[in-house]
């Protein structure tokens, strides 16, 4: 995590006769840094503007992830059968919603690459463990931004975005109904089959598009 850190935002980790460590970014510049950073590489990268899936999900993985709590989405997201589920049901649910949430994401890249993303600053107090970072995505000959708020909040290595609010509208909330319903009609393991089952078809599809487009 500290690499990926450094490697981003060039945050670099000097261990000073007093053994102090570097200071983390602040949220709002983490995301103003992260999202200009990624959208500078998709700009740049004729595969990347092509749609290239891999590549796309690579990026993603190298310069975004590190920065979500996925654990603490899931759970949001889960609601109360993440009280009763195992530990290996948890962990599924995790790396499932995960992949649910990369390909959403990775999508939103392709589509948002050529407009800008301004944030809004933040008045961030020490003793803050919790912050809401404001964005727009400004669209090019559009009067209304997208609005996209991050939830955050401090951990020990760092700012992590546990929820997306785009237009008002919570990212883990709108699946909270849904997961709600699949547990109570088939269960926990109900609920990883249909999550599985929805990224294979993603994968798969995207596959044969990728062929597609080489042949």
């Known amino acids: 995590m500290k690499k990926i850190i450094a490697l981003l935002f060039g945050v670099l980790l000097q261990c000073a ?7 983390v970014p602040d949220p ?33 993985d190298a310069k975004v992830l590190p920065h979500f709590n996925f654990e603490r989405m ?37 589509s948002y690459r050529d407009q800008i993303v301004e944030v ?29 708020d991050y939830d955050m909040e401090k951990m020990p290595d760092g700012w992590k975005v546990y929820d997306l609010i785009v237009e008002g509208v919570s990212l883990v909330t709108s699946y909270r109904g849904t997961f709600a319903d699949q547990v109570q009609q088939v269960g926990i393991d109900g609920l990883i089959k249909t999550l599985t089952d929805m990224n294979k078809a993603a994968a798969d599809k995207a596959n044969l598009a990728q062929k597609a487009e080489a042949k």
């Open 120 to 148: 809004k600053p933040l008045k961030l107090d020490l003793s803050m463990t919790e912050v809401t970072v404001k964005t727009a995505i400004v669209k090019p000959g559009s009067q209304q931004p997208i609005l996209v």
């Open 28 to 60: 709002d510049v983490l995301i103003k840094d992260t999202v200009r950073d990624v959208l500078e590489i998709v700009r740049n990268d004729k595969d990347l503007r092509a749609g290239d899936q891999k590549k796309l999900l690579e990026l993603v």
């Open 17 to 23: 006769a007093s053994g102090v460590r570097a200071d």
């Open 74 to 110: 899931t759970k949001l997201a889960v609601g109360r059968a993440w009280r009763t589920a195992t530990p290996e049901q948890k962990q599924a649910l995790i790396t499932e919603f995960r992949t649910l949430l990369v390909r959403t994401y990775t999508k939103a890249f392709t």
